[in-house]
């Protein structure tokens, strides 16, 4: 089971960026994004179980969105009005359990390798 994560890159504030991770092997009940600046903690940014429930950290409830393809195993970060305080590694992580919100990286079982966002003018 990998989970591979894409969509990383160069923005400037203001813009919009689309991260993508698709799982392959199996179907994960909810599927999930962090991210970890440098020097600091993984933080939770958002989650969408399998029905299409959703919570999202205070700090990006408003600017990014996530949403997934069941038929594909992919889970999609929309990530719109990005700020240089956005700018770390976003890693998808993923869990069995079909409804559960989680937001604590120790409630996920599998991950990605991580994709860097930098927001810089």
């Known amino acids: 089971v990998q989970l591979q994560a894409s969509g990383g890159g160069l923005v400037q504030p203001g813009d919009s960026l689309t991260l993508s991770c698709t799982a392959s092997?199996?179907?994960?009940?909810?599927m999930g994004w962090f991210r970890q600046a440098p020097g600091k903690e993984r933080e939770f940014v958002g989650v969408i179980n399998l029905s299409g429930g959703t919570r999202y950290a205070d700090s990006v409830k408003g600017r990014f969105t996530v949403s997934r393809d069941n038929a594909k195993n992919t889970v999609f970060l929309l990530m719109d009005s990005l700020k240089p305080e956005d700018t770390a590694v976003y890693f998808c992580?993923?869990?069995?359990?079909?409804?559960?919100?989680?937001?604590?990286?120790?409630?996920?079982?599998?991950w990605g390798q991580g994709t860097l966002v930098t927001v810089s003018s």
């Open positions: 092997g199996r179907t994960f009940g909810g």
């Open positions: 992580a993923a869990r069995a359990t079909f409804f559960a919100l989680p937001s604590s990286p120790n409630d996920y079982t599998h």
